[in-house]
């Protein structure tokens, strides 16, 4: 009988017994028992992309079952991780040279997809990312939080807005964010710059919004950057990116760290009264660390985005795209 992996995983998340496990999939009690007990061991645990079936799910918890296992070269993960981190270096290129690596050595490879899909399972369970979508130091994204914070006027009780800038690197999501009191040009700016001092370097591309404090015209043949932003991008040797317009997908982890830090920041501090906008970004500072600190939720996710940077994009590394920070000089917004 079929043993269906996956339909025993997502029942037995869903917190069902073995017994109506085994009622509803057909398969023993034991060998239920058995596939759990692989898949706590490999940090295994849905929910699955579509592309997890129960052959793959097979070949990664009972390897000896798979034919031909015998005589094939297991991939050496942790030095594919490291070269996929470099530039240019895709998973297709790592696979070709593992094939030519089996076949000086005599052994047999695995197939393409199926290195693939062992390599995702390594970096579910060893790395803070499921896969490199974007290699360690090559992106910012930035953009400012819908929700705004506030400030009480000491002498009129006026409640003033106070907008939370925010940038972050898709490799490990690792962010910083910063309250000010506009989103002008020169806060926006100023941000970029307080960022980059944060994370220790500069990337080597910037992904932003198609706001008019940085972006004047975005055709589909052409971006015009404003002068400022442009001379910014020049002085620290990095290329913009604007998003296109209404296409969340072109900064997804600036997007949906937004609304993770509407939560643990903006909204954490909701019932707190600041004066002015030093004592508001100590607080945001505060609950920054917080964030940046906490444990990923994700199970197949360890560690948090603080470790993940480090071991994935902190300066110094030799993978890493950062370049060291070259101090602002003038005409650019100052740092203090």
Not at 79 to 103: D, G, M
Not at 242 to 259: C, N, Y
Not at 282 to 301: C, D, G, H, Q, S
């Amino acid at each position: 009988m079929a043993i269906h992996y996956r339909q025993i995983l997502e029942l037995h998340a869903q917190e069902l017994v073995q017994r109506d496990i085994a009622a509803i999939t057909g398969n023993s009690r034991p060998k239920i028992s058995e596939v759990i007990k692989q898949a706590e061991l490999h940090q295994i645990s849905p929910p699955f992309t579509d592309d997890v079936d129960d052959i793959w799910l097979e070949s990664l918890l009972f390897p000896q079952k798979q034919p031909m296992a015998k005589g094939r070269q297991m991939p050496d993960f942790d030095k594919i991780h490291e070269e996929l981190a470099k530039p240019n270096v895709t998973l297709s290129l790592v696979h070709y040279e593992y094939e030519q690596e089996c076949r000086q050595n005599g052994t047999i490879p695995y197939a393409y997809r199926t290195f693939c899909q062992y390599y995702r399972a390594y970096a579910q369970k060893y790395k803070a990312t499921m896969r490199i979508r974007r290699k360690p130091g090559e992106v910012m994204e930035v953009d400012w939080v819908g929700s705004p914070l506030h400030i009480v006027d000491r002498e009129t009780g006026e409640i003033v807005k106070a907008y939370l800038f925010i940038a972050s690197l898709p490799c490990s999501a690792y962010s910083y964010c910063e309250a000010f009191m506009t989103e002008q040009q020169k806060a926006w700016l100023t941000g970029h710059i307080h960022a980059y001092e944060f994370f220790g370097g500069v990337t080597q591309y910037l992904i932003s919004d198609n706001l008019k404090t940085g972006v004047t015209s975005h055709k589909h043949s052409e971006v015009i950057l404003n002068e400022m932003y442009r001379d910014l991008a020049l002085h620290y040797g990095t290329i913009v990116m604007p998003a296109r317009v209404r296409k969340p997908k072109d900064k997804p982890t600036v997007e949906g760290v937004v609304g993770t830090v509407s939560t643990w920041i903006i909204a954490a501090l909701r019932n707190e009264t600041f004066f002015d906008i030093e004592e508001l970004n100590k607080a945001v500072r505060i609950k920054l660390k917080e964030f940046n600190e906490r444990p990923f939720t994700k199970k197949y996710k360890q560690g948090s985005r603080l470790s993940a940077f480090h071991d994935e994009e902190s300066l110094p590394c030799d993978h890493c795209l950062f370049k060291l920070i070259r101090w602002p000089v003038g005409g650019l917004p100052s740092c203090n």
